[in-house]
């Protein structure tokens, strides 16, 4: 199963398959796993995907 992780950091996305190493590819920080499926998220479009990202980040501040 592939999943979704966004880096709180730098906001870059990673498509991780189960037990991989989920460490963000820019800064090396571990990411968070978004709560969206992968075909889900790869149905989305380019704009679709960064307000998705920012709306996430944006959640993930507020708590
Ligand atoms: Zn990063």
Redesign the pocket.
């Known amino acids: 199963m592939l999943r979704i992780y966004i ?6 996305t990673r498509i991780v398959s189960n037990n991989h190493d989920s460490s ?6 571990p ?1 968070s796993r978004a709560p969206i499926t992968y075909e889900k998220y790869i149905g989305f479009d380019r704009t679709q995907r960064e307000e998705f990202i920012k709306n996430w980040l944006n959640k993930l501040e507020g708590e």
């Open positions: 880096c709180t950091q730098c906001g870059s963000c590819l820019v800064c090396n920080k990411m």
